[in-house]
C-alpha cells in the first residue's frame, strides 16, 4: 500500500548503490500462537541483524483467515475495506511504546483509497485476497469473502501492508535494533459487513473468525560496507504519524455544527473526513431487506455524506481552505483530494461512489454539473439502500493543511502547521439528517525517528 504524501529527503539515510555487495535477507517473524481470535493481540518481535539494513515499508502480514457459521441461512459477507479491517490497532516499540494507530481499518482504507489510482485500488484489495473471486469492485467494501454463509468454515488466505511511523520511513533503516509490532485484531462488527441476505429476511445467525499461520514478513540486506553506508550511528528518518478522533452527529442534525477537534501535532499536513450511519437496528430486520444486524458501518468505512454543503477548518487566525469546500460539489471535493495528496493518480474513490447523500432530495443534486440517476433511496435501521441493494460508497475529504510543497510526490518538502487542541471544525448539513451519524477525523503529520545504534533505542517526535 503506497501513498502520495512528499517526505524530504535530507532526514533519511542514502539510498544504498546498486554495486554494493550484499546478501538480500527475507526475514520471516511467525506469530507466537496458532490461533486468534477477535480481540486477542498478535506480537512480533523482529530478529536483531547486525551489519545489515531493513525496508521498513515492505512489512506485510499474511495468514489464514477461517470464518465459521453457525446457521444455515445464506448471507454474503464481505471485509469492511480490505484485509486491514482484521486489525482496529497496531502499535510500534522499541524498549519502549512509540506509536499506536487506532481505528486501523478506517486509517488503511481512506489511506489507500486517497493514495491510489483505481486499478492500483483494485490490485490491492485481489492481492489482500487472492483466492478469492471479486465479482464486483465495491470501492470500500474489498473482495465478496463468503458467497453462501452457512454453518461450518470457510478459509481464506491475506496479505496485507501495514501502516504507521516505522512502516512509513521509506528507506532503509538499521536492522539491530529490538523492533516489536503490535497487532490487535478486530472485533467481526467492525471487520465484517454483511449484505445480500436470504430473501425471507431471517437472520443469518451469528459466526466467529480466527486468524491462523499468522507472520510478519520483510525484507532487508546483509553487507560488510553496512559502516561505509551508514556511517553516522545515529541516524534520523523523517516519516508521517496518525491520530484519530471520532465524533457523533446526531439525527436530525441540520445547519451549523462545529465540532472542536482535540489534536496535537508540530507539523500537521492533512485533515481527512470520513463519515457513516451507525447501525440502529438489532436482531431480524424482517421486511426491510436486512436479514441479521452484523455491521458497525452498514454501508462501510466512510460510506456517505450527512448532506453535507460546506466545510472548513478554523485554528487561530486562519483557515482551510480559505473560503468553505463546497461539499456537494463532488467534482471539487475529488479535486480538492487530488491536490491534498500532492498526486494526480490519486482518486481510487470514482466519482459514482462519491455522490451519496444521506437523502434523496441532495442525493440527485451532489453535483450540480451533472445529475445522478433517478432512484428511491431508503434508510432501514441504519443502513441506506437504493433498490434494495445495500450501497457500498465512499464520501472522503482531505483538507490539505500543509504550508509549502514542491507538487510532486516525494521530491518535495511539505511544512505543516503546528496544531494544539481547539481547532473548529465547521460542518454545513443542508438537510436533516435521517440516521445518527459517525464522523472519523483522521490527522495526518509528519514525524521525525531518532534511531541511536549506540544505546540501541528509538525516539520519536510528533
Given at each position: 500500500?503506497?501513498?502520495?504524501?512528499?517526505?524530504?529527503?535530507?532526514?533519511?539515510?542514502?539510498?544504498?548503490s546498486?554495486?554494493?555487495?550484499?546478501?538480500?535477507?527475507?526475514p520471516?517473524?511467525?506469530?507466537?500462537?496458532?490461533?486468534?481470535?477477535?480481540?486477542?493481540?498478535?506480537?512480533f518481535r523482529?530478529?536483531?541483524?547486525?551489519n545489515?539494513f531493513?525496508?521498513p515499508s515492505?512489512?506485510?502480514?499474511?495468514g489464514?483467515l477461517?470464518?465459521?457459521?453457525?446457521a444455515?441461512?445464506?448471507?454474503?459477507?464481505n471485509i469492511?475495506?480490505s484485509?486491514?479491517?482484521l486489525f482496529?490497532?497496531?502499535q510500534y516499540?522499541?524498549?519502549?511504546?512509540q506509536?499506536?494507530?487506532?481505528q486501523?481499518?478506517s486509517?488503511?482504507?481512506v489511506?489507500s483509497?486517497?493514495?491510489l489510482?483505481?486499478?492500483?485500488r483494485?490490485?490491492?484489495i485481489e492481492?489482500?485476497?487472492g483466492?478469492?473471486s471479486?465479482?464486483?469492485?465495491?470501492?470500500?467494501?474489498?473482495?465478496?469473502?463468503?458467497?453462501?454463509?452457512t454453518?461450518?468454515?470457510?478459509?481464506?488466505?491475506?496479505?496485507?501492508k501495514?501502516?504507521?511511523s516505522?512502516?512509513?520511513?521509506?528507506?532503509?533503516?538499521p536492522?539491530?535494533?529490538?523492533?516489536?509490532?503490535?497487532?490487535?485484531?478486530?472485533?467481526?462488527?467492525?471487520?465484517f459487513?454483511?449484505?445480500?441476505?436470504?430473501?425471507?429476511?431471517?437472520?443469518f445467525?451469528?459466526?466467529?473468525?480466527?486468524?491462523?499461520?499468522?507472520?510478519?514478513?520483510?525484507?532487508?540486506?546483509e553487507?560488510?560496507?553496512?559502516?561505509?553506508l551508514f556511517?553516522?550511528?545515529v541516524?534520523?528518518?523523517?516519516?508521517?504519524?496518525?491520530?484519530?478522533?471520532?465524533?457523533?452527529i446526531?439525527?436530525g442534525?441540520?445547519?451549523?455544527?462545529?465540532v472542536?477537534?482535540?489534536?496535537?501535532?508540530?507539523s500537521?499536513t492533512?485533515l481527512i473526513?470520513?463519515?457513516?450511519?451507525?447501525?440502529?437496528g438489532?436482531?431480524?430486520?424482517?421486511?426491510?431487506?436486512?436479514?441479521?444486524?452484523?455491521e458497525?458501518c452498514?454501508a462501510?468505512?466512510?460510506?456517505?455524506s450527512?448532506?453535507?454543503?460546506?466545510?472548513?477548518?478554523?485554528?487561530?487566525?486562519?483557515?482551510w481552505?480559505?473560503?468553505p469546500?463546497?461539499?456537494n460539489?463532488?467534482?471539487?471535493?475529488?479535486?480538492n483530494n487530488?491536490?491534498?495528496?500532492?498526486?494526480?493518480?490519486s482518486?481510487a474513490?470514482?466519482?459514482?461512489?462519491?455522490?451519496?447523500?444521506?437523502?434523496?432530495?441532495?442525493?440527485?443534486?451532489?453535483d450540480m454539473t451533472?445529475a445522478?440517476?433517478?432512484?428511491?433511496?431508503t434508510?432501514?435501521?441504519?443502513?441506506?439502500?437504493?433498490?434494495?441493494t445495500?450501497?457500498?460508497?465512499?464520501f472522503?475529504i482531505?483538507?490539505?493543511?500543509?504550508?509549502?510543497?514542491?507538487?510532486?510526490?516525494?521530491?518535495?518538502?511539505?511544512s505543516?502547521i503546528?496544531?494544539?487542541?481547539?481547532q473548529?471544525?465547521?460542518?454545513?448539513?443542508s438537510t436533516?439528517t435521517?440516521a445518527?451519524?459517525?464522523?472519523r477525523?483522521?490527522?495526518?503529520?509528519?514525524?521525525l525517528?531518532t534511531?541511536?545504534?549506540?544505546t540501541?533505542?528509538?525516539?520519536t517526535?510528533?
Open positions: 500500500m503506497s501513498n502520495a504524501f512528499a517526505r524530504p529527503s535530507e532526514f533519511s539515510s542514502p539510498e544504498p546498486a554495486h554494493y555487495p550484499a546478501n538480500k535477507l527475507y520471516v517473524v511467525p506469530a507466537p500462537l496458532a490461533s486468534y481470535g477477535p480481540g486477542t493481540t498478535i506480537l523482529l530478529p536483531a541483524y547486525q545489515a531493513i525496508d515492505s512489512f506485510r502480514v499474511s489464514l477461517n470464518i465459521k457459521g453457525t444455515a441461512k445464506t448471507a454474503q459477507i469492511n475495506s484485509a486491514s479491517s482496529s490497532k497496531i516499540s522499541s524498549g519502549s511504546q506509536e499506536t494507530v487506532d486501523y481499518p486509517t488503511a482504507h489511506i483509497t486517497l493514495g489510482a483505481r486499478y492500483e483494485a490490485a490491492e492481492a489482500a485476497l483466492d478469492n471479486i465479482a464486483v469492485q465495491r470501492p470500500n467494501l474489498g473482495a465478496e469473502m463468503v458467497a453462501a454463509l454453518a461450518g468454515t470457510k478459509t481464506h488466505s491475506f496479505s496485507v501495514l501502516l504507521g516505522l512502516a512509513d520511513i521509506t528507506k532503509p533503516i536492522a539491530n535494533f529490538n523492533y516489536a509490532i503490535e497487532l490487535t485484531l478486530a472485533s467481526v462488527a467492525n471487520a459487513v454483511a449484505s445480500n441476505f436470504a430473501v425471507d429476511n431471517t437472520p445467525g451469528s459466526f466467529d473468525y480466527t486468524l491462523t499461520e499468522v507472520r510478519l514478513s520483510y525484507v532487508g540486506s553487507t560488510p560496507m553496512y559502516r561505509e556511517p553516522n550511528p541516524g534520523v528518518y523523517h516519516s508521517i504519524a496518525y491520530q484519530t478522533y471520532q465524533h457523533t446526531p439525527k442534525a441540520v445547519g451549523r455544527i462545529n472542536t477537534l482535540p489534536f496535537t501535532a508540530s500537521a492533512n473526513l470520513m463519515f457513516e450511519a451507525t447501525n440502529e438489532t436482531g431480524d430486520h424482517t421486511g426491510d431487506g436486512q436479514g441479521g444486524a452484523l458497525a452498514p462501510g468505512i466512510g460510506s456517505i450527512p448532506n453535507l454543503t460546506q466545510v472548513q477548518m478554523t485554528y487561530g487566525s486562519k483557515s481552505p480559505t473560503n469546500l463546497r461539499a460539489f463532488i467534482s471539487e471535493v475529488m479535486e487530488r491536490i491534498a495528496m500532492n498526486s494526480e493518480v482518486g474513490a470514482k466519482r459514482s461512489a462519491m455522490s451519496k447523500c444521506a437523502s434523496s432530495a441532495m442525493s440527485n443534486a451532489i451533472r445522478l440517476p433517478s432512484a428511491t433511496y434508510l432501514a435501521n441504519g443502513a441506506f439502500t437504493v433498490l434494495g445495500v450501497l457500498s460508497n465512499n472522503v482531505n483538507l490539505d493543511l500543509s504550508k509549502t510543497h514542491s507538487g510532486r510526490a516525494h521530491e518535495g518538502v511539505f505543516g503546528g496544531l494544539s487542541s481547539n473548529i471544525l465547521s460542518l454545513d448539513i436533516a435521517p445518527v451519524f459517525n464522523m477525523a483522521l490527522l495526518v503529520s509528519e514525524t525517528i534511531l541511536d545504534e549506540t540501541n533505542t528509538m525516539s517526535a510528533f
